[in-house]
């Protein structure tokens, strides 16, 4: 009796160290991913001006909208179905998921490229190298999440480290050129030095032949995280286009260069509920009634480093050391650390709220919370710009996220309550 007292709590420590070591490798590879980007965002901003620097944020977001595409049809599915499993299966899993965002990256490169010529002007050059960048860029985050799902997070760290190692050359040689297309071309380019070590770490080739059977076996889910996905950085792309349209490309690198500052929050906030989604899933299995607590956790904790870090901005930003960050965009971009920080504390709750919902597999409920909070970004963002310019933009965020925060955590509410009768009927015969 008293041995068994003895040895039942013992396993609740191993299983919190299990997945704070996860979480851990989860957060240290968002860090090397955060700080490569936000070298890269500040190296470019410093290198380029403003103006040039709105053309670079425009591929940029439209790149972000081709991740999420490939991740809503290739990688969420991986991991929702696949975290956890035997070998084989994660290697047959895996070889067709890749396969797809490879795919993805092909046809919407072929589509940026198209788009690139059509267009012309300063931009379209942009959009020409982008659509060279995009299938290695697609496949090197594909290779990221199928270590998440088997719990080799080092693998990704690694992965990530690499990439970030590549870059400095490229960016140097890029800046010798001093064009737009030089950096996006230096920065698709340590991507595949990323890539093809991936392929060297896991020994699986993409397998392009099961691309419309990954599809067909995902549809009930692919689909759904799809839209999701993509009216997520579909809106952000619609804001920056439409700012662009109304303030001026200036303004577009304005608010790029506040989210600049903001920088690891945002990367943070982009990978770490695709990492958490896994422990999620772990606590609906033991005791559903926690993960609103998890969640909560999780988002809180985000929010609360997102407000210490926009505290840190203010306080030790003086336009001497913005400029040397940012150069002449720090001149536009400092009034945006507000309502950037308001933004991300935002944003960490939606976060917490979302890996919840991935993790009950509510995927109309999240698909609806997504397309709610979309429309109220875009809104927001577009009013606000009409209004006031970049900065009238990013407080019509902020207010916009903080009402997609209530519609997101009404729904895991929701959800949540409707799934505890679940694990007692699958008990019955």
């Not at 995927?363 to 609806?368: N, P």
Request: hydrophobic share 50%; with cysteine.
């Amino acid at each position: 009796m008293t041995t068994g007292r003895h040895r039942k709590p013992a396993a609740k420590p191993s299983g919190l160290r299990a997945m704070a070591g996860r979480l851990s490798w989860g957060l240290g590879d968002q860090a090397v991913s955060s700080l490569t980007n936000f070298a890269v965002g500040i190296y470019v901003a410093r290198e380029l001006g403003v103006t040039a620097f709105g053309v670079f944020s425009l591929a940029w977001v439209t790149y972000g909208v081709m991740l999420n595409v490939s991740r809503g049809l290739a990688t969420d599915p991986l991991m929702v179905r696949f975290s956890g499993v035997d070998t084989g299966v994660w290697r047959a899993a895996v070889a067709r998921s890749s396969a797809t965002a490879l795919a993805v990256g092909a046809v919407a490169g072929l589509v940026s490229v198209l788009f690139g010529i059509v267009v012309g002007g300063s931009v379209g050059p942009a959009f020409v190298a982008l659509g060279v960048i995009l299938p290695p860029l697609l496949l090197q985050d594909s290779w990221r999440f199928a270590f998440f799902a088997s719990g080799e997070g080092q693998k990704s760290f690694v992965n990530d480290a690499l990439w970030g190692v590549a870059m400095i050359p490229a960016m140097v040689l890029a800046a010798l050129h001093g064009s737009v297309v030089a950096f996006l071309l230096a920065w698709g380019g340590a991507a595949a030095v990323a890539a093809g070590y991936g392929y060297l770490q896991t020994g699986l080739r993409p397998s392009l032949d099961g691309v419309r059977s990954w599809l067909r076996d995902q549809r009930d889910l692919g689909p759904r995280y799809l839209v999701e996905n993509v009216s997520n950085s579909g809106g952000s792309q619609i804001r920056m286009y439409g700012l662009g349209a109304i303030a001026g490309l200036a303004a577009v690198g304005t608010v790029r260069g506040g989210e600049l500052l903001l920088g690891p929050f945002l990367a943070v906030l982009m990978g770490l509920a695709y990492v958490a989604v896994p422990e999620a899933a772990r606590v609906v299995r033991r005791n559903v009634r926690r993960l609103t607590t998890f969640c909560l956790v999780l988002g809180g904790s985000q929010a609360l480093a997102a407000l210490l870090w926009g505290g840190a901005l203010l306080l030790v930003l003086n336009d001497h050391l913005g400029e040397l960050v940012l150069g002449d965009v720090w001149r536009t971009a400092q009034a945006m650390i507000i309502p950037a920080t308001l933004s991300v504390f935002n944003a960490s709750f939606i976060g917490g709220a979302a890996t919840g919902l991935r993790a009950l597999g509510a995927a109309r409920r999240s698909m609806r919370c997504q397309l709610i909070a979309s429309s109220l970004y875009v809104i927001g963002g577009l009013s606000g710009a009409a209004i006031g310019g970049a900065v009238g933009s990013g407080w019509g965020v902020a207010c916009a996220t903080f009402a997609g925060a209530f519609v997101w955590w009404s729904q895991l509410h929701v959800a949540a309550r409707a799934h505890v009768p679940v694990p007692e009927e699958s008990r019955t015969p």
